[in-house]
């Protein structure tokens, strides 16, 4: 005899379940709608998987229930899947193989935040190991190209400088990059591609009202393998900018006056961020568009799966994460902030290729260098553009 939810509780259970149904729908409309049009879709964005978890679970209820009110949250997941394969690998972790097929390139994308260890507080300028830790963790995988954000170049460091160690101790020749001179003392901060194969063009654009916003550029480079030549774009969208005001904010939970004030700043902070990378987006995509050659796209687009700014640059690209990731897969963390630490839906950084193409092997790493950890994929040419 089947049992049916009564009284109420099962009252309060639908009610709940409506709620989040509705809310789910609504999150999983935030990649169609243009923050210009309504930012708050920023935020949802963020909760969508959270969301989805939380109907799923409650789908378990009412089966375990045997109601038919059950039909609902499954018809509501069906619905919003679409923002599902976004947030979630489906494939089995596998250990990734050092050794690269012949016939695929391998790309490593990896905000390395100027080279400031995770822990910030332990930073000493005099004594600085974070470039070696870097090194270590590219020699150990040896990508043929890597996309950098936040890379700075040292010239007055001589043999410590990272673009000098790059290009002639780990024989990256070629290079892509745009750095501007951080606080006048000759040190050139901003993204850059370093190659082991010819770079045979390259360049930079420049986001609309760039120095206003202070972002970083786009760099570009045409690269050469046998027969076969393709572009990489090293991205970086503009950054939210927290610094100890802002995490301060997200660690505090209270409700007097002051913290409402400092709430209100955060939000609005975070509100033209999400307008700012809608703008962004839009104005990447028509740039990669126009693009004589199949293109890659890597680097940090400080917005996660599913949102406006991810579905607008990825257009018709494959994302390798999902081709062979599993999971959440997190690129994001923060040593400043409990819930920036714990939260594991922060991935924001990508490696984007053409959907011909195929992700051979994906893999996130170095855990405690940067507040980003480097993302490294093994992507594989069609047969008829076979290198």
């Given at each position: 005899?089947?049992?049916?939810p009564?009284?109420n509780f099962?009252?309060?259970?639908?009610?709940?379940?409506w709620?989040?149904?509705?809310?789910?729908?609504?999150?999983?409309?935030?990649p169609?709608?243009?923050?210009k049009?309504?930012?708050?879709?920023?935020?949802?964005?963020?909760?969508?998987?959270?969301v989805?978890?939380?109907?799923?679970?409650?789908?378990?209820?009412?089966?375990?229930?045997?109601?038919?009110?059950?039909?609902?949250?499954?018809l509501s997941?069906?619905?919003s899947?679409?923002g599902?394969?976004?947030?979630?690998?489906?494939?089995q972790?596998?250990?990734f193989?050092?050794?690269?097929?012949?016939?695929?390139?391998r790309?490593?994308s990896?905000?390395?935040?100027?080279?400031?260890?995770?822990?910030?507080?332990?930073?000493?300028?005099?004594?600085?190991?974070?470039?070696?830790?870097?090194?270590?963790?590219?020699?150990?995988?040896?990508?043929?190209?890597?996309?950098f954000?936040e890379?700075i170049?040292?010239?007055?460091?001589?043999?410590?400088?990272?673009?000098?160690?790059?290009?002639?101790?780990f024989?990256?020749?070629?290079h892509q990059?745009?750095?501007?001179?951080?606080?006048?003392?000759n040190?050139?901060?901003?993204?850059?591609?370093?190659?082991?194969?010819?770079?045979?063009?390259?360049?930079i654009?420049?986001?609309?009202?760039?120095?206003?916003?202070?972002?970083?550029?786009?760099?570009?480079?045409?690269?050469?393998?046998?027969?076969?030549?393709?572009?990489?774009?090293?991205?970086?969208?503009?950054?939210?900018?927290?610094?100890?005001?802002e995490?301060?904010?997200?660690?505090?939970?209270?409700n007097?006056?002051?913290?409402?004030?400092?709430?209100?700043?955060?939000?609005?902070?975070?509100?033209?961020t999400?307008?700012?990378?809608?703008?962004?987006?839009?104005f990447?995509?028509?740039?990669?568009?126009?693009?004589?050659?199949?293109?890659?796209?890597a680097?940090?687009?400080?917005?996660?799966?599913?949102?406006?700014a991810?579905?607008?640059?990825?257009g018709?690209?494959?994302?390798a994460?999902l081709?062979k990731?599993?999971?959440?897969?997190?690129?994001?963390?923060?040593?400043?902030?409990?819930?920036?630490?714990?939260?594991p839906?922060?991935?924001?950084?990508?490696?984007?290729h053409?959907v011909?193409?195929?992700?051979?092997?994906?893999?996130r790493?170095?855990?405690g260098?940067?507040?980003?950890?480097?993302?490294?994929?093994?992507?594989?040419?069609?047969?008829?553009?076979?290198?």
């Amino acid at each position: 005899m089947k049992s049916r939810p009564n009284g109420n509780f099962a009252i309060l259970m639908k009610l709940l379940s409506w709620v989040f149904m509705v809310f789910m729908l609504v999150c999983a409309c935030s990649p169609f709608i243009h923050p210009k049009h309504f930012w708050f879709m920023g935020f949802l964005s963020l909760l969508f998987p959270y969301v989805y978890g939380s109907v799923f679970f409650l789908l378990i209820y009412w089966i375990f229930k045997r109601s038919k009110f059950l039909i609902y949250p499954l018809l509501s997941l069906a619905l919003s899947a679409y923002g599902f394969q976004f947030n979630f690998g489906m494939h089995q972790p596998v250990v990734f193989k050092k050794e690269k097929p012949a016939d695929a390139l391998r790309l490593m994308s990896w905000n390395i935040r100027h080279f400031i260890p995770y822990n910030e507080r332990n930073f000493k300028p005099v004594n600085n190991d974070q470039i070696t830790k870097v090194f270590e963790s590219i020699s150990a995988y040896d990508p043929d190209v890597i996309c950098f954000q936040e890379f700075i170049s040292l010239p007055n460091e001589k043999d410590r400088d990272p673009f000098r160690s790059l290009k002639k101790k780990f024989k990256y020749k070629y290079h892509q990059f745009d750095g501007s001179d951080i606080f006048h003392s000759n040190q050139y901060s901003g993204t850059a591609i370093f190659s082991k194969f010819p770079i045979v063009n390259g360049g930079i654009v420049h986001f609309p009202h760039q120095d206003a916003d202070n972002t970083e550029a786009t760099v570009f480079a045409d690269i050469v393998k046998g027969r076969d030549t393709v572009r990489v774009y090293s991205v970086h969208l503009q950054s939210f900018g927290f610094g100890n005001r802002e995490y301060k904010i997200l660690g505090t939970v209270k409700n007097d006056k002051e913290d409402v004030k400092e709430s209100k700043y955060l939000i609005k902070k975070m509100k033209k961020t999400f307008e700012t990378h809608g703008a962004q987006a839009d104005f990447l995509s028509l740039i990669a568009n126009e693009s004589p050659y199949p293109s890659f796209i890597a680097g940090d687009l400080n917005d996660v799966p599913g949102s406006y700014a991810y579905m607008s640059v990825r257009g018709e690209h494959k994302d390798a994460f999902l081709e062979k990731g599993f999971f959440l897969g997190s690129t994001f963390t923060s040593s400043f902030s409990f819930l920036l630490k714990t939260i594991p839906t922060l991935r924001i950084d990508y490696i984007f290729h053409p959907v011909s193409f195929s992700t051979v092997q994906y893999k996130r790493g170095g855990a405690g260098i940067s507040d980003h950890l480097f993302i490294l994929a093994d992507i594989q040419f069609p047969p008829n553009e076979a290198f």
